[in-house]
């Protein structure tokens, strides 16, 4: 699943370029949205690997396909804006800034992970990149980007520390349909409060296509509409245009402080976790959307049409993300697993009496990957 | 000094905290405008302003996930739950995310978050708001649990629990919110969490109880022959409960009875009653006896205050104890 050489990829059909905003940032950032889809796209590949060889525990969910939606909404918004989001989120925290030694680490369960090897793949959790975790319940992370959003206004207006903010609310369409979603909706619009749900439609909720699941599947910015959210449909499969459209977007609902709703167009070429048979779907359908795939596209246009990069830098990039993930599997391989202690760590402020009938309570380290 | 009830001390603590900490925001159902359903948080708002005093819908996850997303950001939370039984809605995000979060990010995000809740049964009210649920949130790993007794200890347990780097959930028993008036200092002060109080002191048998029971208790103390001198210990927090204070008594006694209005199976009592026994056992002179509700659903007012630990049955368990 590397993405297609750019030399191989069809070229654009016109001189003139299809893209905006995003056409006119600097070639460094370009490069470096390039260099973050690949890393999250390699980085998964490895990843797929080791669960499948039994090095990664617990529950796995890809992310291969929805890059472009990280990448490229992140891009839009600064680095202290709070994010939230569910369980498929290796890929938000690679492009929020953590190591991929860190994130690989977690996911072996290991005391160098991001969360010390006691979160997992479904909990990423980044306080300095402002990365406030992963999160395992379908939906209920969205009442917490709610909250995020509440405190971020009120360090604005009342407390007068902080500037104006928005916090990035992600989730996944099965979402729409948890209860919790909606009190959050409903209390963001209430209270105004600059927070963007950002759904990553691809249009399944496990093995349950959207429209199986949800009502106005083809519409679901009316549903926002009920909140008094204002809401915005943008395909995410092209990680240029998905700037082009979500800038202005997220730039309103910071200054407004006002919340906001995505339908974000997007698609998982792998299966829900890793162990999903896939009956409820095609391999042309896969293939379909393969052909739009982000990586191609951004490199073909850096290659072909903004002539910004060269084949060489190209292929140098390819091979310093295959040996930065390729580093983060050895580095989590040999790293030490918790030390037995770390049963009773982190669990209160304060050491507690019955923890464990023989544990000492001790703090955990700082991590330095993070 | 003032007289003030348990809902008056509890008002003040807040006033005060909010006060000394622009980060404490209170969030719940009515609790701006209308001060609460049993009027805890009046004038609060009048005083602190919308923004930090907020009414919210009818929304208890969504108060509760606000609430956490609050602290997460460095702010100070004290979401109100107007009834125990509306922690049903909140109680994925007090137990998958609230009691979780310091673990499953090794300390990098932690929630220091005050929720407060009426409990307990003596009000006649229905059901689903008399329940005592305690033991479920002190089954509940990166969670605290508090339960005051008196204005006292509220408005001092409510100051550490604002305080507190943890979660903390604080019960606050309705059937005394009123009940009566003690005096509560003008001044700031915390009633430390995890420790209990020696409400009575005797020799001859240990009670262990906790919120509306505690009064229960002393109704039936006043009771007792002039012979039996029972020990009065108010556990006030649920969880991490003292045990050092329980011990210490039963093995000065040797008898011990535990009071609580949860049903029996499975409650704090069970708890306790286990700690006594493995610290105790060679002290004891009589097993260890539970006086609670019963395994059923919190019956409707009219059947209430036969559910409910009362002194009659209080007073039976101690005196079959104290003979045994």
Sequence with gaps: MTSMPASAAPSPASGKSKYTLSAKLPDATLHKWLRDLMLIREFELKTMAAYQQAKIGGFCHIYIGQEAVVVGTFGAVNHDDPVVTAYRDHGHALARGMSARACMAEMFGKAAGCAKGKGGSMHMFDKPNWLFGGHGIVGAQTALGTGLAFAARYEYEVLKTGPKKVCLSYMGDGALNQGCFHEAQNLAGLYSLPVIFIVENNGYSMGTSIERGTTMAHNLCLKAAGYGIDAIQIDGMDVMSLYDQFKPFADKCRAEQRPGFVDLKTYRYQGHSMSDPQKYRTKEEVAKFQERDTIMTLSNYLLNERKSLSEAEYQKIQADVRDEVKDSVEFSENAPVPELSELYTDVYAEPMPNLSPSGEYTHGAKNPLL | ?324
């Design chain 2, 1 to 324: 000094m003032p007289q003030l009830t348990l809902v008056q001390a509890i008002n003040l603590a807040l006033a005060q905290e909010m006060e000394a900490d622009p980060r404490i925001i209170i969030l719940g159902e009515d609790v701006g405008k209308n001060g609460g359903v049993f009027r805890v948080t009046e004038g609060l708002q009048a005083r602190f302003g919308a923004d930090r005093v907020v009414d919210s819908p009818l929304a208890e996850s969504g108060i509760m996930g606000s609430a956490i997303g609050l602290a997460m950001a460095g702010l100070r939370p004290i979401p109100e739950i107007q009834f125990e039984g509306f922690l049903g809605p909140a109680y994925d995000q007090l137990t998958n995310h609230a009691a979780r979060y310091r673990t499953r990010s090794r300390g990098a995000v932690t929630i220091p978050m005050t929720v407060r809740v009426p409990v307990g049964g003596g009000i006649h009210a229905p059901e689903l708001h008399s329940d005592s649920p305690e033991a479920i949130y002190a089954h509940t790993p990166g969670l605290k649990v508090v339960m005051p007794a008196s204005p006292y200890d509220a408005k001092g347990l409510l100051i550490s629990a604002i305080r507190d780097p943890d979660p903390v959930v604080f019960f606050e028993p309705k059937r005394i919110y009123r009940a009566f008036r003690e005096e509560v200092p003008e001044e700031e002060y915390t009633v430390p969490i995890g420790k209990a109080k020696v409400v009575e002191t005797g020799s001859d048998l240990t009670i262990v109880s906790w919120g509306a029971s505690v009064l229960q208790c002393i109704e039936a103390m006043d009771k007792l022959p002039e012979d039996i001198s029972v020990e009065l210990i108010d556990l006030r927090t649920i969880y991490p409960f003292d045990q050092d204070a329980i011990i210490e008594s039963v093995q000065k006694t040797g008898r011990c009875v535990v009071v609580q209005e949860a049903p029996k199976t499975c409650g704090m009592a069970s708890e306790i009653a286990t700690v006594v026994q493995e610290h105790c056992f060679l002290h004891l002179k009589a097993p260890v006896q539970r006086v609670c509700g019963f395994d059923t659903v919190m019956p409707y007012y009219k059947l209430e205050l036969e559910y409910l630990p009362n002194a009659e049955r209080i007073l039976e368990a101690v005196m079959s104890c104290a003979a045994y």
